[in-house]
């Protein structure tokens, strides 16, 4: 189950993380929500 923190700390889809945090945003995502594929961490990153 998804948290509001963790909703919050996405940015909109689509938008390209810049803040050059990626790796953490990824290790956060997979603590929050065990294991993910990359294109699952990539849709919920914005990233490609």
Known sequence: METAAARAA????GVPAED?????????????HGPQTAAELAARLGVS
């Open 10 to 13: 996405l940015p909109p889809a």
């Open 20 to 32: 050059g945090r990626t790796r953490d945003r990824v290790g956060n995502l997979l603590l929050e």
